[in-house]
């Protein structure tokens, strides 16, 4: 079973509406959650991260945390153009009770059409 | 400030070359880090230097070689790389293990 799974896309989704990308993660012993987005040709950039079961929200994003479920998902409202991008999921790795290294995703690729 | 810089953002080097990359940070993290990262693929982890201190290396072979001068730099040494070493070299840092990570923009190194 892979560590971090996500769709590999592409999603496609018209400006203005609801974007959600979703993530899966094997290691119950996790405890930090991590998206990035990554443009064509450029480094990741670190957009959202959350520890705790819930939501989290900042902006036109919001973390969804479900640690029973082992899943975690990102949603971003108003999408725009701006936003086509790759989008990584990232989960630290636990080794033996102690917070360890991340292991990503392969990645969803995002398209927002005007 | 949430900055990492990395140098060069470009590099070509033969087979025999011996180069350096370089990384800095100046938001006072004590973890900092190297990936690789291959076109459509995501970072694959390479070294761990905690507290300035060498604390993971995921069987990196030995052209690839790190330095922590001091706890806001890190090196990367390169020698002898083979043409599938080209890849997007990026540098991160966290306050610490389990933290949250922030990349350079990464150095686009090809080697012919």
């Known amino acids: 079973q892979k560590e971090v799974e996500q769709n590999s896309g592409p999603l496609s989704v018209p400006e203005g509406a609801i974007a959600s990308l979703n993530c899966t993660y094997s290691d119950r012993g996790s405890q930090s959650f991590f998206w990035y987005r990554q443009y064509s040709g450029k480094s990741p950039e670190l957009i959202m991260f959350i520890y705790s079961n819930g939501d989290k929200e900042d902006g036109r994003f919001t973390a969804q945390l479900n640690k029973a479920s082992q899943y975690v998902s990102l949603l971003i409202r108003d999408s725009q153009p701006s936003d086509s991008a790759t989008y990584l999921c990232a989960v630290n790795r636990n080794y033996g009770g102690s917070q360890g290294n991340l292991i990503f995703g392969k990645g969803t690729k995002l398209s927002v059409k005007p | 400030d949430t900055e990492v810089t990395q140098t060069p953002k470009h590099l070509v080097m033969g087979m025999t070359n011996k180069k350096s990359l370089k990384c800095e940070q100046h938001m006072g993290h004590r973890a900092m880090y190297w990936y690789k990262q291959k076109a459509k693929k995501p970072p694959e982890l390479m070294f761990v230097?905690?507290?300035?201190?060498?604390?993971i290396n995921e069987s990196v072979p030995s052209r690839f070689s790190p330095e922590c001068p001091n706890s806001s730099l890190l090196n990367l040494h390169l020698h002898a790389l083979q043409p599938e070493d080209s890849a997007l070299y990026l540098c991160?840092?966290?306050?610490?293990?389990?933290?949250?990570?922030?990349f350079g923009p990464g150095t686009r190194l090809t080697v012919t």
């Open positions: 991160a840092s966290s306050q610490g293990h389990g933290y949250e990570q922030y």
């Open positions: 230097y905690s507290y300035e201190k060498l604390s």
